[in-house]
């Protein structure tokens, strides 16, 4: 079984002290992003279906907790650029350009992410700050462009694709994949409770970068 997770790498140089540690850091990255956005899917109760008028009511009435969700808004696209950046200095040859591709895909989910976190970030400070209800409504109403929606898909996809390339690489099996794969069909469906996704995508990270901290990445 061991040999299935963690098979036996091709020859490959030595990676040093640092890109041990940025390996290491790539997995307090991806606990910090598995929990963060478990956290943020908690504590997220704005119903973006509702009339900008309802939602307003609704932050207004949660200030405490629509802060804390901003909080994690942002804090969940700087753990993905973190863990990117840690995937992407570790993989090498046979997972460098999968690793790349996922690195694309996670700046543009970060991004959108982000910006999406900035609409919620501007609205929390008209209230605080006493605007009119019309300047935080017109903020809520806007229409956001196709491409910062479809951005959001980007991340939970590039999680696949590091998976992939690690599975490349020969840091890991297809084990570590699969279980991603399922993690993407779970989050997206919401036919279980969030946490089930959030510790099976987590648990194939640390699988995946474990090796990479014993220094058996390619």
């Known amino acids: 079984m061991t040999t299935l997770i963690w098979p036996a790498p091709v020859a490959a140089p030595s990676a040093n002290a640092a890109q041990r540690t940025r390996s290491a850091a790539g997995i307090l990255c991806a606990i910090g992003y598995f929990c963060s956005s478990f956290i943020e899917s908690v504590v997220s109760t704005v119903d973006g279906d509702a009339s900008p ?122 084990i570590p994949f699969a279980m991603v794969a399922v993690y993407l069909v779970l989050e997206f469906s919401g036919i279980v409770p969030e946490l089930v996704p959030v510790v099976l995508g987590l648990v194939a990270y640390l699988i995946i970068l474990w090796p990479l901290v014993r220094d058996r990445g390619e």
Not at 65 to 83: H, N, S
Not at 142 to 164: K, R, T, W, Y
């Open 53 to 174: 008028a309802a939602q307003l009511a609704h932050i207004k009435t949660n200030l405490p907790q629509i802060g804390a969700q901003v909080l994690f808004e942002y804090l969940t696209p700087l753990f993905l650029l973190g863990l990117a950046f840690a995937m992407v200095s570790a993989l090498r040859h046979r997972g460098a350009w999968l690793g790349s591709l996922g690195a694309a895909l996670a700046a543009i989910g970060a991004v959108a992410g982000a910006a999406g976190a900035s609409v919620h970030l501007v609205c929390l400070t008209l209230i605080t700050a006493g605007a009119p209800d019309v300047a935080a409504t017109s903020i809520l109403s806007a229409q956001l462009p196709d491409a910062l929606f479809f951005g959001l898909f980007a991340a939970p996809i590039a999680l696949l694709v590091f998976a992939g390339a690690a599975w490349r690489a020969r840091v890991t099996s297809w």
